[in-house]
């Protein structure tokens, strides 16, 4: 294996960060700082959704439960929505597919996994679907807003060539893939060569905090029904997705089409969240009805 190089720039923000690693060894044994990043995503969500349950006068226990029920099926729900649009790739070698240390998760695959679960652990419990799905959603948008920092690290989730404020320079040996277009636009700097990118897993993870403090200052306290703050998290994140997905260089393609898959489900989740939401108010306010906890 080539060793690291571990420069990464931010060359019209004059910024040069060196040493940045992928892993960290403990007795012998590497953890990637992705993996550490996600776990720690999921206790930072787990945090947020146990606060918003305790403010709204639910069992914050009831978070800590779900959340253990769906780690697993999370990580293999990614993994399997990876597997399938990269069908190529493991085709002929199916023992790949397992090999999870070496990369492919895939957010959307993990959040469907989720919520059949949350569908599972409600139907259990005889709890209120919706109004647990709003209390996640703060948490959900925390753990994707530090995964992708995890990205960061993994120097991966990024866009094509530019030359934009925010461009970021990678060095080739270090990306974990690369595109024709991004080679021939290569530079050379001390020595060492780099392609140029836009680093979309900055936009996704700036985008979602954006959804994340609308919720948090503003629609959790003006919400009209059980589901409302799914349906902006949908709407929100949805409409971001679609926008970022499409300068990304490592889409997951519908079948042999060049349609990203995760585009296609980022817009048809958004629309779907703004039209309930404009629906259900419209009928509330024509009934005169108003929220009740």
């Not at 070698?93 to 679960?117: D, E, K, M, P, T």
């Not at 898959?261 to 939401?277: D, E, N």
Request: with cysteine; proline share 2%; charged share 15%.
């Amino acid at each position: 294996m080539n060793q690291l190089i571990g420069t990464i720039r931010f060359p019209n923000l004059n910024i040069v960060l060196e040493h940045v690693g992928k892993e960290i060894t403990i007795l012998g044994f590497s953890i990637h700082f992705y993996g550490i990043i996600i776990a720690l995503g999921f206790l930072a969500g787990l945090a947020m959704a146990m606060h918003e349950a305790k403010r709204t006068e639910q069992n914050p226990e009831d978070y800590l439960d779900y959340m253990l029920w769906m780690v697993i099926p999370a990580i293999i729900g990614a993994r399997l929505y990876y597997v399938i649009f990269s069908w190529e790739d493991y085709k002929d070698n199916l023992l790949s597919i397992f090999a999870v240390r070496q990369g492919g998760l895939a957010i959307y695959g993990g959040v469907i996994a989720a919520v059949l679960v949350l569908i599972i652990f409600c139907k259990i419990r005889r709890k209120s679907f919706f109004l647990m799905a709003d209390t996640m959603v703060m948490g959900l948008l925390i753990g994707q807003i530090m995964g992708r920092w995890g990205n960061f690290f993994n120097r991966e989730a990024f866009g094509g060539y530019t030359d934009g404020l925010f461009a970021m320079q990678i060095p080739i040996a270090d990306a974990s893939y690369t595109t024709p277009e991004l080679l021939q636009k290569a530079v050379t700097i001390g020595g060492i060569d780099y392609i140029q990118v836009q680093p979309t897993f900055l936009y996704e993870g700036l985008w979602n905090l954006a959804v994340l403090l609308l919720i948090f200052f503003f629609w959790r306290k003006k919400k009209k029904f059980d589901g409302e703050l799914l349906c902006v998290y949908l709407a929100g994140y949805g409409l971001g997705r679609c926008w970022i997905e499409g300068m990304r260089t490592d889409q997951l393609l519908l079948g042999s089409t060049s349609i990203p898959v995760s585009q296609v489900l980022a817009g048809v989740l958004a629309i779907i969240g703004i039209s309930v939401i404009v629906v259900k108010r419209i009928r509330m306010r024509k009934t005169g009805l108003s929220f009740r906890k």
